[in-house]
């Protein structure tokens, strides 16, 4: 009956549509009303998103932690390394408490796409390292690897996307062969993961000449798009340095990165806020309040994001927005300004 309606009227719009086209002008009395009616639909719209950013209180100026990662080994060895037990409690906490996992990438791009009133997290793992990444002959990753946790974890929980960067050197997961090589960072690519640049050799890059920072960096970079066509736009510096000049990690004559990853020690500002720094974002490193991170390392910078929410980035759901309290106004970046929500 409804749908007869419908039909009946839409019919009737295209006769006077044929009519008004033969000798008669626009009717502007109509087109006056199409627009006051889409004006009228878009502030309805507008009002509706207010409700819905403000009903999730998203924050979308708020911090995000950038978890740091190295090692996935049975027996730690340094307080780098994680156990795969230890790293799978971990994610269980993140899913706990509502993370959503994005790559580095997206975080500096802005495209945060996750679902109303969850928080971002990036994990990042560090040094390329076949505890991270190994596969077997039919592509298959091996078990308690990073990127099989990742995604067993995924598989049993809907909504946890199996995101993560890794920050690549020469040591390309110990593969030495260029087809092996190709083989692992394409299947990464396949897969939704980020290949991101830590340098070839891993050197401090603090207190380097210019050529030499563009050396370590640009290398990698172009054996990293030989191999799987992909140039990365994230970096990790070694050991946390940044080079005299910070920009020289951003941009050379082989790579052009929008952000560069830092080693420590608090939650990243939003990439949305006037605080955020795309040459030297902030990273925590994975450990238990003890000793050194007693305060500085994940479990403690997790109980300090989860006991005040107003610091932490919330997503209203809508990646085409930057939604927020209008309290925190003045910290929006201009280049953001035409996607502000402020409710
Ligand atoms: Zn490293």
Redesign the pocket.
């Known amino acids: 009956m409804r749908l007869g309606t419908l039909l009946g009227s839409g019919v009737g719009l295209i006769a006077v549509a044929i009519l008004a086209g033969c000798d008669s002008g626009p009717d502007t009395a109509k087109l006056a009303n199409t627009k006051a009616d889409a004006a009228a639909r878009l502030k309805e719209s507008r009002a509706a998103k207010l409700k819905a950013a403000a009903k999730v209180k998203a924050n979308e100026l708020g911090q995000i932690p950038v978890l740091m990662f ?1 090692r996935i080994v049975p027996k730690p060895a340094t307080t780098d390394d994680r156990s795969p037990q230890q790293f799978r409690a971990e994610l269980e906490r993140l899913i706990r408490e509502d993370y959503v996992p994005i790559t580095a990438a997206e975080m500096v791009a802005g495209k945060i796409d996750i679902p109303a009133g969850k928080h971002p997290v990036v994990l990042t793992f ?2 390329s390292s076949p505890s991270q990444l190994t596969l077997n002959e039919m592509g298959v990753p091996q078990k308690d690897t990073a990127v099989e946790i990742l995604k067993d974890m995924a598989a049993k929980h809907p909504g946890f996307r199996p995101a993560a960067t890794f ?1 690549v ?1 020469r040591d390309m997961f110990g593969k030495t062969t260029r087809e092996e090589q190709a083989q692992y960072l394409l299947w990464l690519k396949d897969n939704g993961f980020e290949i991101g640049n ?1 340098t070839r050799d ?1 050197h401090n890059l603090r207190g380097r000449t210019q050529k030499e920072v563009e050396e370590q960096i640009g290398s990698i970079a172009q054996q990293i798009s030989g191999l799987s066509y992909t140039n990365p736009t994230t970096i ?1 510096l ?2 946390g340095n940044q080079p005299s000049k910070k920009e020289w990690a951003l941009r050379g004559k082989l790579y052009h990165h929008k952000g560069a990853f830092l ?1 420590g020690y608090t939650p990243a500002a939003s990439p949305f806020s006037k605080s955020y720094d795309p040459a030297g974002i902030p990273r925590i490193k994975v450990m238990e309040k003890k000793g050194d991170c007693a305060q500085f390392c994940s479990a403690a910078w997790l109980d300090w994001l989860k006991n005040n929410p107003d610091m932490r980035y919330t997503s209203d759901g809508d990646v085409r927005t930057v939604a927020y309290p209008k309290y925190k106004n003045p910290y929006l970046r201009k280049s953001y300004a035409t996607w502000s929500l402020a409710y």
């Open positions: 190295h560090d040094d920050y050197t830590h891993h990790a070694p050991y080693a």
